[in-house]
T-cell receptor
Framework: DAGITQSPRHKVTETGTPVTLRCHQT?????MYWYRQDPGHGLRLIHY???????DKGEVSDGYSVSRSKTEDFLLTLESATSSQTSVYFC????????????FGEGSWLTVV | GENVEQHPSTLSVQEGDSAVIKCTYS??????FPWYKQELGKRPQLIID?????GEKKDQRIAVTLNKTAKHFSLHITETQPEDSAVYFC???????????????FGQGTILTVHP
């Protein structure tokens, strides 16, 4: 599984509440990504990180923030969840030394009611 | 930024037939084109990829072709089997380096159904 885990795997939350999703890796990969997946849209990049405290926005970053205070953890925060943020969230890492391919975590199913 | 279009959105074939999924991309700087397979409720998994210095790549029943001039690439699955049924995504990225290194832009996905 390339040492990547996401938590929580499933969450139901209410509109307006803050939510944090965690991506944890054990293999010291530099690049980490957060994608969301919605029907008809494929996977869209929310934010990514290219090192500790180095992050940048993707194509659908509005309403989301991220933090990476240590190599192994990349946190995605919804400051005030909305129903439009109901989605499946995938964390991904870039596997160095393996053709630099992108490997996905198992996903986090978030429902905002 | 990069835009990737994928067709068809659904594809239904009989077992043993071939399946072809096509993608076009907009950014001529893109140089890496992976294909992912996603089964229901699972993570996307890389099945094959191609880089811009190669025109075709094969791995058993799966092949990918790339036409840089036309900016399109295709996935070919031969002798399809029911277990090939899944959602397939194409993607493109520019792996030339820099802080945005390797950001993938995905197509919308193709639902492939292989009927026994």
């Amino acid at each position: 599984d390339a040492g990547i885990t996401q938590s929580p795997r499933h969450k139901v939350t209410e509109t307006g509440t803050p939510v944090t999703l965690r991506c944890h890796q054990t293999e010291n990969h530099r690049y980490m990504y957060w994608y969301r997946q919605d029907p008809g849209h494929g996977l869209r990049l929310i934010h990514y990180s290219y090192g500790v405290k180095d992050t940048d926005k993707g194509e659908v970053s509005d309403g989301y923030s991220v933090s990476r205070s240590k190599t192994e953890d990349f946190l995605l925060t919804l400051e005030s969840a909305t129903s439009s943020q109901t989605s499946v969230y995938f964390c991904a890492i870039r596997l160095t030394g393996s053709g630099n391919t992108i490997y996905f975590g198992e996903g986090s199913w978030l429902t905002v009611v | 930024g990069e835009n990737v279009e994928q067709h068809p959105s659904t594809l239904s074939v009989q077992e043993g037939d071939s399946a072809v999924i096509k993608c076009t991309y907009s950014d001529s700087a893109s140089n890496y084109f992976p294909w992912y397979k996603q089964e229901l409720g699972k993570r996307p998994q890389l099945i094959i990829d191609i880089r811009s210095n190669v025109g075709e790549k094969k791995d058993q029943r799966i092949a990918v072709t790339l036409n840089k001039t036309a900016k399109h690439f295709s996935l070919h699955i031969t002798e399809t089997q029911p277990e090939d049924s899944a959602v397939y995504f194409c993607a493109a990225s520019n792996n030339a380096g820099g802080t945005s290194y390797g950001k993938l832009t995905f197509g919308q996905g193709t639902i492939l159904t292989v009927h026994p």
